[in-house]
């Protein structure tokens, strides 16, 4: 079983995902080179943003895999950022049609992450704070309890362009009431093994919260029946 991950961002995802998969697949053993993967691998290349990672890295990825033949996943990952979670999804599988690139046995895998990253992140109900002091965390939990109501659905608020930048300050005004630093460079808490498992858990208990988390979770789980075979 070998995938090559394919992700949108240049510095959060590159060591979020790979911490991830360490406490979800530990079976899969990271490799540095596409060409290397022989048995239970997997190769992931971050990509230079939207759309980029469509238009340029994608069918270099498939040339990559077709040449090598190890391959089984192709798992493609970036944000919805302000369209649908159908609309980027089908996005990325309208534009192999156009092209007419076939990944022949090769399974495509597109997760999309609504509406970025850094919404899954929120998810952690372990990070809300219960008597925030400040603004303009008051402002943003009175505009949207992510604690109770899930951020895959929240809006922007009227002083951000993109729901992407609103939903990352959401995350660092949390982090900051708790003392904590996030960047996009330094990810920091959210690579930890108990930062995922508060995820988990949020889904456990609310069925419908963080559909797209979701898919990329129900994709290892996947994985992994399949590596116990």
């Known amino acids: 079983m070998n995938i090559y991950f394919l992700v949108e ?59 090598n033949g190890n391959y089984n996943y192709l798992v493609v990952c970036l944000d919805a950022d302000e369209v649908s979670y159908d609309y980027r999804k089908q996005e990325v599988i309208d534009y192999l049609k156009f092209q007419n690139i076939h990944l022949g046995n090769i399974q495509l895998i597109v997760i999309i992450q609504n509406r970025c990253f850094e919404t899954w992140f929120l998810g952690n109900r372990k990070i809300y704070s219960r008597q925030p002091q400040s603004t303009p965390l008051l402002d943003y939990i009175h505009y949207y309890d992510i604690s109770a ?57 609310k069925k419908n919260d963080l559909l797209s988390f979701q898919d990329f979770i129900n994709f290892c789980i996947l994985i992994k029946s399949k590596l116990l075979i």
């Open 149 to 205: 109501n899930c951020p895959e659905l929240m809006g922007k608020y009227y002083n951000f362009n993109t729901h992407a930048q609103f939903h990352e300050n959401y995350l660092k005004e949390l982090f900051k009431a708790k003392k904590i630093i996030y960047s996009k460079n330094k990810p920091g808490e959210v690579v930890k093994q108990y930062y995922l498992e508060q995820l988990l858990l949020r889904i456990q208990d």
């Open 9 to 67: 961002g240049k510095s959060t995802e590159r060591k979020v995902y790979p911490a991830w998969l360490a406490y979800l697949l530990p079976e899969l053993k990271r490799v540095d080179d596409y060409c290397e993967v022989v048995k239970n691998n997997y190769y992931l290349f971050s990509a230079d943003g939207y759309p980029s990672i469509i238009h340029h890295h994608l069918p270099n990825a498939i040339i990559d895999i077709q040449e």
